[in-house]
């Protein structure tokens, strides 16, 4: 091989080398906006992706599990009482939930789609603890309701005075599980309430999930975004009724926002928080990253309920816009009464978990704990898919005296709990191998980045490095060949480099001139140093140049 082509192939090499490191340098930069995009047209929502039949029909079973609160001793309630209100824990009722999405319109200028939830609930009694046939007393909320609208006017007062004793009402109303959740049962009030004021009762019974199973509206009208136009959008609730604001509370507090619940925004961050709307508190919740787990092998962030989801400007300022009215309670309950009918109901974590104090000192039988009723999200950052779904929240029903109506006069004020749900999922062994793939490949890239800064730093660095090292063991002679216009200090004596040429001055009063005498060190690399006529010395040293050698610089 000539040396022109030994040239050509070592510059190639360096090229090559600065194009590798050049290009490891831009896949460091972008490599997870690369994937992500590049994911992103194969999983953006369409009638024809991957992912819309496991949207549209969730793939894994659903257990929808119910509490409820029986209250042990209403007669014991009035002022002045010895005894706190006690409530007994009943449940789970376990409910296997199968939900559809229906009413499907695809809205291609805005890269979204509209639908409605359609969910059937079938009781799972090998589930559950407990029949549907338990009886259970919980608060009249119908008639306190009732009371609390007609409580301004004298005429209202005397009407609810004598509906009361008309009807037979009570402080509490004993149901069955069943006619309590789905299926619901009649009150006096409902029925005189739809003969007077219809547009104001829409139901005709009552029920904490009726008249749910079964309805594609008692989630509302939904419209989110695809991903199609920004992988990162996909999932995200763009409209809930046709509404942007739900009006239910002012500025953000009442914006439409968050997730539904199926996916969540790509390549999340430990310092952030996702959001999930839900739609019968007309808000959307905040999750904060807690910690990181592992589901079936795979590393995923848990995003829990914290303070921050139930304050109400107490510890958060942006939360200060769910006090309803200027009427703000402790933390850890918030009022929905906007969102429902405008009814006393604030929800809060289950047993009042990380709830003030003073909402489990007034009553008995509650106990929270984190293990149980911690509401959390566990998800895969890279690509934001739920690995782990657990807790829910509890509807409270505030008790205040009404003066003027009989039964509610002489009672205290006490946050009664009357239920709460929660739904769990855990993805399985096989979609959490498949959901592995995308932190594999993301850490791939993150391989072949490392391969390419090394090896271009490898190969930019080899043969500049390679030339040094053959310089340094290359023959003396030729060393100082090359070093010899670095040796040459002679100058004129120039003030600006009198310093150095003092360096190497010889001294005038031996010699009787201005020659300067420059000493070069020449080594063998065995014994030590030859003179001119082929002797060697006995250890390095140096020699001195005589005058007529052409090292000798003159001045």
Not at 69 to 78: L, Q
Not at 79 to 98: A, I, N, T
Not at 507 to 516: I, K, P
């Amino acid at each position: 091989m000539t040396s022109r082509v030994r040239h050509c192939a070592h510059l190639g090499i360096v090229v090559l080398g600065i194009f590798c490191f050049v290009s490891g340098i831009y896949l460091f930069r972008n490599w997870i906006d690369m994937f992500t995009r590049m994911r992103g047209k194969e999983m953006a929502l369409s009638p024809t992706s991957r992912s819309f039949e496991g949207w549209k029909v969730s793939p894994l079973p659903l257990d929808f599990d119910v509490y409820l609160f029986n209250w042990t001793n209403p007669e014991d309630f009035y002022v002045g009482s010895s005894k706190k209100p006690r409530f007994e824990q009943l449940g789970p009722y376990r409910f296997r939930e199968h939900p559809d999405k229906v009413d499907i319109n695809w809205h291609n200028h805005n890269y979204s789609v509209s639908f409605n939830k359609k969910s059937w609930f079938y009781f799972d009694a090998a589930g559950s603890n407990g029949s549907l046939s338990d009886i259970v007393t919980q608060v009249n909320s119908v008639a306190h309701a009732a009371a609390r609208r007609a409580a301004d006017s004298w005429l209202g007062r005397a009407t609810v005075n004598l509906a009361n004793n008309v009807y037979g009402q009570k402080l509490t109303v004993s149901k069955t599980v069943e006619e309590m959740l789905f299926k619901g049962y009649e009150h006096p009030f409902i029925k005189v309430g739809k003969l007077l004021s219809p547009q104001d009762v829409p139901y005709a019974r009552v029920g904490f999930q009726y008249p749910r199973n079964g309805s594609a509206n008692f989630d509302g009208d939904i419209n989110m975004f695809t991903g199609a136009d920004d992988i990162a959008k996909m999932g995200q609730i763009h409209t809930w009724n046709n509404m942007t604001h739900t009006g239910a509370f002012e500025g953000t507090c009442g914006q439409v926002r968050g997730s539904m619940g199926e996916f969540f925004p790509p390549n999340l961050s430990t310092n952030g928080s996702v959001y999930m709307y839900m739609p019968k508190m007309c808000r959307a919740i905040p999750l904060d990253y807690t910690e990181t787990v592992t589901v079936h092998g795979v590393t995923a962030y848990k995003f829990s309920g914290t303070k921050h989801a139930v304050d109400n400007g107490t510890m958060y300022p942006d939360t200060k816009c769910y006090c309803v009215y200027g009427k703000c309670m402790p933390v850890g309950v918030i009022n929905i009464g906007p969102c429902a009918f405008n009814a006393s109901v604030y929800m809060s974590y289950p047993h009042f978990y990380l709830a003030d104090p003073s909402f489990l000192e007034a009553i008995d039988g509650l106990q929270p704990e984190r293990e149980k009723h911690e509401f959390f999200m566990t998800l895969e950052p890279n690509a934001g898919v739920p690995m782990d779904v657990g807790g829910g929240f509890q509807a409270n029903y505030y008790m205040e005296p009404i003066p003027g109506i009989t039964i509610y006069e002489n009672i205290p004020r006490v946050m009664i709990p009357m239920m709460w749900a929660e739904e769990r999922v855990r993805v399985t062994e096989e979609i959490a191998a498949d959901v592995a793939l995308v932190p594999l490949i993301v850490l791939l890239g993150q391989i072949v980045t490392g391969i390419l800064l090394a090896g271009g730093l490898i190969c930019t660095c080899w043969y500049p490095t390679r030339q040094v090292t053959h310089f340094c063991h290359s023959d003396p002679k030729a060393k100082a060949n090359v070093l010899r216009p670095l040796t040459v200090f002679g100058v004129n004596s120039a003030a600006a480099t009198a310093p150095v040429a003092q360096l190497f001055r010889h001294n005038a009063s031996s010699s009787g001139n201005d020659r300067v005498g420059v000493r070069l060190l020449e080594y063998n690399r065995s014994s030590g140093v030859k003179d001119e006529s082929g002797t060697t010395e006995r250890s390095a040293r140096e020699r001195l140049i005589s005058e007529d050698s052409p090292d000798v610089v003159v001045r």
